[in-house]
Every structure is written in C-alpha cells, then in structure tokens.
C-alpha cells in the first residue's frame, strides 16, 4: 500500500516534523486563525521585516535567527544547506516564532509586565556558558560566545527580556493544561474512524518531452532552479596523527624515588586491620543494653533481633575510619576493642543504638620497603610516562599555538601529513558515500567545520593514548556548482519539471471526471497512458499512525482530513508528479468497546494543549497589536537566504 509513498520521505530536511503538524491539522475540528498581519503598504523602510505593535523586527533579526535555526537542524541532519531548509519551509516557520515572539513581548509591555535590569543580569550569571572554572561570570566568555552566534550584548538582553515577559505572561495561563473529557472523546472518536478511498499517483515522467532543452533554454531554467542543485559545504582537512605507543620515556623510577614514595604514604604499608560486624539499631540505651546481655549470654544476634522486631545485617569487613564514618566514632571505637565473636558495648549513632558482634577480625601485617617495592615501582612508571605524554602535547600545543605551520609541527616530531578529500559535515566523502575516513577524525569532524582554514587544533581521540592534529586546507560553501558540472543531472531535472506541468494538467482533467461520477480507474484509462499508480485506501486513523510511526504520506494525511465523497490533488515533491485523491466512504467504530481510549488520548493530548493554547493567545496577541508585514524586504531576505542572488 505503501509503496509509492516512499518517494516523500526523501528531503533533505527530514519530513518527520512536518507531516506531524500536518497529521495534527488533519485531526483537528476547525483551524486557528493565524491572521491579524497585513501587507507592508505605505512603510518603505527596508531595514525592517515587520511592526509589531510600535516595535519594529530588523531585517538583521530574520537572517540570524534561519542561521541559528538551521543550525539546530543541522544536529540531526549536518549536510542540510540554507537553500534546502528554505524550500522546505523552514524559513516560514522561523518568520512566524519571530513575529509571536515580539508580539508576546510588546503585549506584556502594553499590559505593564517588565523585566529589569537587575533580573537580566541575574539570567546572565546563571548560564553555564559565560561562567569561568571557579563558578564567576566571565566578560569575556560572554563576549566571545555572542559574537560566535552573531548576536551583540543589546540583541541578547532585548532577547532575554522578551523571554522573561513571555514567561510571566504565559506561564500562569499554560501550567498544566488538562484536555476537558468531552473534548478528549471527540478526538477519541476519530481514532476510530475509517476511511476508504483511492489515490492515484501521475508522474511527471510519463508526460516529460523526450527532446533536450536548447541551451538557452537550460540555461534560463538552471538560472531559475539553481537552489535545487545545491552542493552542501565541503571541507578538505589536513591531519597527523601520533600515538603515545612509540614514544620512548625512561619510566623506570630509581631507588630513591621508591623510597621517597614509600615514606611519603608510610600509613598505607603500615600494619592495619579490618572488621566484619553484625548490627541492629534499637530506640534506647537501655533497650540496647537488655539485648546485648542476651547476646553475652549466648543467644544468637539474629534470633534476639528477630524477636524483638529488628533485622541484623551484617557489613562488609571495615577499618577504624570507615566504620566511624558508617556509624559513629563512639561506635567504632567500641567495636575496635572486643574481641572476634564477642559482643560489642552499646553505642549510639544517628539513627539509635546499636547492638552489635564482631564476626571476624582481618589483620594485614605490615608492608617493608622491599615488599611495597613492586607496586610502588608499578605506579610510578605510570605516573612517568603519564607526565611525558603531558610534556609532550603541551610542546606540541604550544609550537601550534605559537603560529608555527602545522607541516613543519609534523616535521618536528616525525609525524606524517595526511589530507583528506572533500568531507561533509557528516564524515561522509563528497561524491563517495561508500569511503571511509580514518577512524581519528570522526570526534573532531564538529569541530572541523567550526574552524577558519589554516588554524591547526590539536585534539585527544582515544584519552592518555591517540592525538591528532589537525586544520582546514579548504573551504567549499554550499553553493549550486556551474551548470556545466552538472549538465546531465539538469537536463533530467528540466525533463521532469515540463512534465510536472502537463501532469497537473492531466491531474486536473481526472479529477474532473471523478466528480463527475467517473470512477478513478475509467478516469485514468482515459488519459490513454501506460505507467499510472493506484492504490486502494481501506484503513483506520489508528491503522495509518501505527504503519506511519512518524513518516504520514501526505496523501494519506490529505485523505484523512477531506470530506466525505470528495476529491482533491496533492502537488509531489521535486517535480515527482501529482496526487489525486478520492474519499468515498467514512466510517467510526463505537468509541464504547474501547474506553480507555479516551483516557489514553486525554493524557496524550494533553502534553499539545499547552502549545496551542500558546499560540491561540499569540494569535489574538497579534490581533490586538496589529502587525504590519515588508513583504518586500521579507521576500529578499528569503531570495538571500536561497542563494538567488
């Protein structure tokens, strides 16, 4: 059923999240009114993006947040592109959070809500980033992590201060949202249901000329397309590596070394003992010493316990200074004077007093200087070659971070240079899915694509053992190459792209006739065309997400939110072809064989009511402020961001 689905699941910026949101609004009864923004009419300004109320968005703000925005996507997917991310709508959402963020900060402002100086202050100090190794706010490190992401002390604090009037303004509203049980049960109720229908699939293949396009006319239309051919940044890294295995250290201590040890940790060779106790804690002294009696008289420690509504346990062998620290010093220092199997004299610790045996006295005897000779010789080999491997690398940082050529780094300590071929930000070989980097350059490979070219970095791979060094010889930013390089590539492209039209064209047709009474397989017939794809639809809601888990074909989505006995069309990804999509049957199970089902939804849904009670209020935020859009200035940064100009 699935089978020509599964050409959607191929974008760059992973679809998982969108066909959420739009399996979301397929679920839901009536969509949120998201207006309340009019065009940019007689404001010229171009520094601007939007006005919120008074306050106007730069047109600066935009540009960072899709950069900061692509990369958190950029975790799950590192080779995405800003071309990519835009087509895929990534940009539009970025533009909403931005307008509802400003919108949420100037209607608390409106209504008296603020956050001083003072509180701003404090949310700086506590962020982990800008604090030194003692714990202090570090100016320095604040600067530094601001200018690394764009931003200026103004444009954080301004951030800053419309998070904190969001938190006091949403907050109270949002807390713990429940979803009302008869609501719940609608939604219950659509979990249920069932749908029968059709989707025919009509490639765009099946109607692409056979003729190439001339060169003027590839050229215009790769002019026009060229986000589409982007190539994800690309960087070439110069690289050696050295391991601590062939360094030679002269780890063998001397005699005055080990004597000097053994005399400095005297009292861990000297004669020391050890002792396993069997205790139980009782509320009085008095209570104790009645038990211990008992004890004394030959009656066994667990048996008295036991009878007297306590458990003994015994402990594991323990010296003086750990016992103190389990019990009580007073404790310890009764049990360390009775004898194996005697009882000990009551004592108190935190909990009560504690009546006890000693089971068993473990006595170590004394260590020479020539008995400790081999493990003290042992750790101090360890603690010599540890140090040389410090020494090493701190020479080795410091000739890197002297400015000295990383080549001549190499030179100086017999390691061997090694430049890999293009990599992406995933590890994988550009043009060469299947190669292999070496396996040393994987932990740096973030790292690498942070970093200017030339500024070599030293790293540890495998911890006290394999190090690398390493810089970047070359950048290639994500760019769509030269239509020449990819001639072939745009002539199929250019293919698919007419047929797309003369697809939509035919898919339009078809639904025509479908609505007309045609059933979808004489609809199609009619075309007189071989290649079509048609799948019957006989599923529940519940069915669809189980089979789905996460990845909802749109189709299907579109099928599960349409009126019964309808029929749409649905445009494919990448010029693939054209949905048509035909509901004939609805139908709902009793949601009364299945009751905890509305249990289950409730508590499920209600983890999202929180958001859409967020965004309902932002929405009637934006109502009451009015925002005013530079669809101009929008459109360019967009045009920007793709790489159009």
Do not use: C, H
């Amino acid at each position: 059923m699935f089978s020509f689905f599964r050409r959607f699941f191929q974008s760059k910026i992973g679809l998982p999240i969108f066909l959420a949101f739009l399996a979301l609004m397929a679920l839901a009864f009536a969509a949120s009114d998201i207006s309340g923004s009019t065009t940019f009419g007689g404001v010229s300004n171009g520094d601007r993006i939007a006005v919120v109320g008074d306050e106007a968005i730069p047109v600066s703000e935009l540009s960072l947040s899709a950069n900061t925005a692509l990369d958190q996507v950029r975790q799950q997917n590192p080779t995405l592109t800003m071309p990519a991310f835009v087509g895929e709508g990534g940009f539009d959402e970025v533009l909403r959070q931005l307008i509802d963020r400003y919108a949420v900060a100037e209607y608390g402002k409106k209504y008296g809500l603020r956050a001083g100086k003072n509180l701003i202050d404090s949310e700086i100090l506590r962020i982990p980033a800008f604090q030194n190794l003692t714990g202090g706010f570090d100016k320095q490190a604040y600067l530094a992590a601001l200018a690394a992401k764009g931003r200026t002390d103004a444009t954080f604090r301004r951030e800053l201060t419309a998070d904190m009037i969001e938190q006091q303004l949403m907050s109270p509203a949002l807390a713990m949202p429940v979803m009302p049980e008869k609501v719940a049960r609608q939604y219950a109720t659509l979990v249920l249901e069932k749908r029968k229908g059709e989707i025919a699939l009509i490639r765009s293949d099946l109607y692409a000329p056979t003729a190439n396009p001339t060169d003027a006319q590839l050229t215009d239309w790769y002019g026009k397309n060229r986000a589409k051919f982007t190539r994800p940044e690309r960087r070439t890294l110069r690289f050696a590596v050295f391991s601590t295995d062939g360094l030679t250290v002269n780890d063998t201590p001397t005699a005055a070394e080990i004597a000097a040890r053994y005399k400095r940790d005297a009292a861990q060779y000297q004669a020391s003992e050890k002792r396993v106790v069997t205790s139980f804690v009782v509320p009085t002294q008095d209570a104790a010493k009645s038990l211990a009696a008992r004890v004394s008289g030959g009656a066994s420690i667990e048996a008295v316990a036991r009878e007297a509504g306590f458990t003994a346990s015994k402990a594991e062998a323990r010296d003086r200074e750990a016992m103190a620290g389990a019990t009580s010093f007073a404790f310890a220092q009764n049990a360390f004077k009775a004898a194996e199997g005697g009882v000990i004299e009551p004592a108190q610790g935190t909990l009560g007093w504690y009546v006890a045996r000693v089971d068993k006295i473990e006595r170590i005897a004394a260590r020479s200087l020539a008995d400790a000779t081999p493990e003290i010789t042992k750790a101090l080999s360890a603690e010599k070659r540890t140090a040389a491997i410090a020494d090493r690398v701190s020479e080795i940082e410091g000739e890197i971070d002297g400015g000295t050529a990383m080549a001549e780094v190499a030179k100086a300590y017999g390691l061997k240079v090694e430049t890999t071929p293009a990599l992406l930000a995933n590890g994988q070989v550009f043009g060469q899915p299947q190669a292999q980097i070496v396996p040393q350059l994987a932990p740096i490979l973030a790292t690498a694509f942070q970093m200017e070219e030339s500024e070599p970095q030293l790293a540890e791979v495998v911890p006290g053992k394999e190090f690398v060094i390493f810089e970047v010889a070359k950048v290639e930013e994500a760019a769509a190459p030269p239509l020449a390089q990819v001639r072939d590539a745009a002539i199929v492209a250019w293919k698919r792209a007419q047929g797309a039209v003369l697809a939509k064209q035919a898919a339009e047709r078809i639904t025509a006739k479908v609505r007309a009474g045609t059933p979808l397989a004489a609809a199609l017939a009619a075309e007189n065309k071989t290649g079509f794809e048609r799948e019957p639809i006989d599923l529940t809601r519940r069915q669809l997400l189980e089979r789905g888990r996460g990845n909802l074909p749109p189709p299907l989505v579109l099928l599960f939110s349409m009126a019964e006995r309808t029929v749409k069309t649905l445009e494919g990804p990448r010029d693939l072809g054209w949905y048509v999509v035909a509901l004939e049957d609805i139908s709902t199970l009793p949601i009364e064989k299945e009751p905890e089902l509305v249990a289950q939804t409730r508590q499920q849904l209600g983890a999202a009511l929180g958001e859409e009670y967020r965004q309902q209020a932002a929405s009637a935020m934006r109502k009451e402020l009015g925002v005013t859009r530079n669809d101009p200035a929008i459109a360019a940064v967009r045009k920007q961001l793709s790489g159009d100009q």
